[in-house]
């Protein structure tokens, strides 16, 4: 299995914050790799794909880069609404194995 | 708009089977690969397994030993049944469509409750 760490597991940061949250892979995967976002009681929400591929409906503060075994989430300008847990998810390999979250909190 | 609706037995004992079914509604399950993800509370995601429209299916080898997803074009839904179950397979179990390679489009969640 491809494994994957994400870091940090948490962080706190207040609005306006830029943050960054990694997730490396045990083995090359090119840019086969998503970004979700979790709130409480709800189903991930996509963010990202293709490692850098913004998805439709999602705001531009949130951005994507990397390939290979190193890859970044970015959110430059934090708001409200994004304090979540946040995964990310390799789909180069079966099975397909997710990062273990990183909480982002209130500072 | 497409919709997922997933439904299942919500408290189970051990040893017991789980079955959830998840129905796509405004769209069809033709030309997608449909999957399962499971989150056991305040933990991560696992990867369960997929399916495509034609039967074809990729599994957790964790899991693979007792889980089986199927589908049923006739109905637009597909299954998941997971045999033996034991307190380590209490989750929110999510059913979601695949595109652009990923899931996307998510069900709502079943809290699956395995306890004596």
């Known amino acids: 299995d491809i494994q994957m760490t994400q870091s940090p597991s948490s962080l706190s940061a207040s609005v306006g914050d830029r943050v960054t949250i990694t997730c490396r892979t045990s083995q090359g995967i090119t840019d086969e790799l998503a970004w979700y976002q979790q709130k409480p009681g709800t189903a991930p929400k996509r963010l990202i794909y293709?490692?850098?591929t913004l998805q439709t409906g999602v705001p531009p503060r949130f951005s994507g880069s990397g390939s290979g075994t190193e890859f970044t989430l970015t959110i430059s300008s934090l708001q409200p609404e994004d304090f979540a847990t946040y995964y990310c998810?390799?789909?180069?390999?079966?099975?397909?194995?997710f990062g273990q979250g990183t909480k982002v909190e209130i500072k | 708009q497409v919709q997922l609706q997933q439904w299942g037995a919500g408290l189970l004992k051990p040893s017991e089977t789980l079955s959830l079914t998840c129905a796509v509604y405004g769209g069809s399950l033709t030309g997608y690969y449909w999957t399962w993800i499971r989150q056991p509370p305040g933990k991560g995601l696992e990867w369960i397994g997929e399916?495509?429209?034609?039967?074809?299916?990729k599994y957790n080898p964790s899991l693979k030993s007792r889980v089986t997803i199927s589908v049923d074009t006739s109905q637009n839904q597909f299954s998941l049944s997971l045999n033996s179950v034991t307190a380590a397979d209490t989750a929110v179990y999510y059913c979601?469509?695949?595109?652009?390679?990923?899931?996307?489009?998510w069900g709502q969640g079943t809290l699956v409750t395995v306890s004596s």
């Open positions: 998810l390799q789909h180069n390999d079966y099975p397909w194995t």
């Open positions: 979601a469509r695949i595109s652009r390679s990923v899931p996307y489009l």
């Open positions: 293709a490692a850098s």
């Open positions: 399916i495509n429209y034609s039967g074809k299916t």
